[in-house]
Nanobody
Framework: QVQLAESGGGLVQAGGSLRLSCAAS????????IHWYRQAPGKQRELVAA???????TYSDSVKGRFAISRGNAKNTAYLQMNSLKPEDTAVYYC?????????WGQGTQVTVSS
């Protein structure tokens, strides 16, 4: 069973930056994809970005060019660098890891962007 823990959320002014981290523990397949999702109050959870172990990335249109997802040197870590933050980026951000036979979520970290 894979467990995920996010960190790095907080309060930032519009235009600022934050870096979120996701640490996974447990048995992690080399064939796995780490995702970042977010959920704003009253809205559905949405995919923000994803990265494979090989470093192939994908982004939602709303964050493309502002956010960057990456994996650490160890296959059990991932990061989300968020730049030029906007108030509409305010949400709880979740890390998700999908591998063969597994699908795990973290508890989430709050990101609040003030105008």
């Amino acid at each position: 069973q894979v467990q995920l823990a996010e960190s790095g959320g907080g309060l930032v002014q519009a235009g600022g930056s934050l870096r979120l981290s996701c640490a996974a523990s447990g048995s992690i397949s080399s064939i796995s994809i780490i995702h970042w999702y977010r959920q704003a109050p009253g809205k559905q959870r949405e995919l923000v970005a994803a990265v494979t172990l090989a470093g192939i990335t994908t982004y939602s249109d709303s964050v493309k060019g502002r956010f960057a997802i990456s994996r650490g040197n160890a296959k059990n870590t991932a990061y989300l660098q968020m730049n030029s933050l906007k108030p509409e980026d305010t949400a709880v951000y979740y890390c998700r890891l999908i591998g063969p036979g597994s699908d795990s979520w973290g508890q989430g970290t709050q990101v609040t962007v003030s105008s």
